[in-house]
Nanobody, 126 residues
């Protein structure tokens, strides 16, 4: 199983970034994929998740209306479109995957996701 994130970078407040997560090595259609983020010294925070196959999505309140999670099933990729970025969004962003039948992923509980990417840095300058 491999998850590879890309698309991070430095952006000014109010700007946009699109993160990508390329998945391989598992049955993509049977999984839920989530984006987490982590700031040094703080716990990893779930941001959004997507159930591949039925397109069910969930967002934390702080990103609702600004972030959009989506997938390209043919490419086995998941994206996180981030708009109206603020300094509070600065973090390392991780892509994570878990089988849909596994309990807890809808609540974005980190330990319910067994597969993780290496992370991509997002820095928002104010």
């Amino acid at each position: 199983v491999q998850l590879v994130e890309s698309g991070g970078g430095l952006v000014q407040a109010g700007g946009s970034l699109r993160l990508s997560c390329a998945a391989s090595g598992f049955s993509f259609d049977d999984y839920a994929i989530a984006w987490f983020r982590q700031v040094p010294g703080k716990e990893r925070e779930g941001v959004a998740c997507l159930s591949i196959g039925n397109d069910w999505t969930y967002y934390i309140d702080s990103v609702k209306g600004r972030f959009t999670i989506s997938s390209d099933n043919a490419q086995k990729a998941v994206y996180l479109q981030m708009n109206k970025l603020t300094s509070e969004d600065t973090a390392i962003y991780y892509c994570a995957a878990t089988p849909r039948w596994f309990e807890g992923w809808r609540e974005l509980i980190a330990h319910t996701f067994g597969y993780w990417g290496q992370g991509t840095q997002v820095t928002v300058s104010s």
